[in-house]
């Protein structure tokens, strides 16, 4: 199946600092999605993108289908923005979603 | 924006009991699934559901394990009998449609511990 490798595996920033989180995946993407989970375990959708570059307040993500990569940067984090971010990838079959690992980003004050 | 909401956000039980987690789908959602984390692991699919039917299933979907979305009410995962290794984070996500500009929507999740 469909590998997701998700880097770094774990970042910690200042508050008011860049993020730039990175995924990467071995073979074809039909839909690419960025998910928050917060330090409790709950899901939040943040980003949909197969392709191209989307921004949405302070997140931006760059996603390049023929490298098989995506980025996801938050600009000026927060403390708030603490938790772990999910890269999944959906193959060409019945959308069936393959989450990474993760990267478990922490913001101090 | 629209939810998926899942009931109860905690079940504990008891090793060999029937458990039924239950899932309120978006409401104009026709796709359905279930992943299944365990503390500190990744995220696995367990298995979608479109039009009364499952459609994909992985291995971790045990025999033990049902789903079932009678019409109009909630998508169930049912697990009977529950074993130690289902203690587990339960996600449920719907979507519309299947393809690229499909997104799916995640719920909160159900923690299951099993005792």
């Known amino acids: 199946g469909q590998q997701v490798q998700q880097s770094p595996a774990s970042l910690v920033l200042q508050e008011g600092e860049n993020a730039e989180l990175q995924c990467n995946f071995s073979?074809?993407?039909?839909?690419l999605q960025w998910f928050y989970q917060s330090p409790g375990g709950s899901l939040v959708s943040l980003l949909s993108n197969p392709s191209g570059t989307k921004h949405t307040g302070r997140l931006t993500s760059t996603t390049v289908t023929k490298e098989r990569r995506s980025s996801l940067h938050i600009s000026s984090s927060q403390t708030t923005d603490s938790g772990t971010y999910l890269c999944?990838?959906?193959?060409?079959?019945?959308?069936?979603?393959?989450f990474g690992d993760g990267t478990q980003l922490v913001v101090k004050p | 924006g629209p939810k998926v909401l899942q009931i109860p956000s905690h079940q504990i039980i008891d090793m060999g009991q029937m458990v039924t987690l239950n899932c309120d789908p978006v409401s104009n959602h026709l796709y359905f699934y279930w992943y299944k984390q365990i503390l500190g692991q990744q995220m696995e699919f367990l298995v979608n559901f479109y039009n009364g039917k499952v459609m994909e299933k992985s291995k971790l979907f045990k025999d033990q394990f049902s789903v079932e979305r009678p019409d109009g009410s909630y998508f169930t995962l049912k697990i009977q009998p529950t074993a130690l290794e289902d203690s587990a984070v339960y996600f449920c996500?719907?979507?519309?449609?299947?393809?690229?500009?499909?997104?799916?929507?995640f719920g909160h999740g159900t923690k299951l511990s099993v005792l």
């Open positions: 073979s074809t993407a039909t839909q």
């Open positions: 999944a990838i959906e193959g060409n079959s019945n959308n069936r979603i393959f």
């Open positions: 996500a719907s979507s519309s449609g299947q393809g690229s500009n499909e997104r799916l929507f």
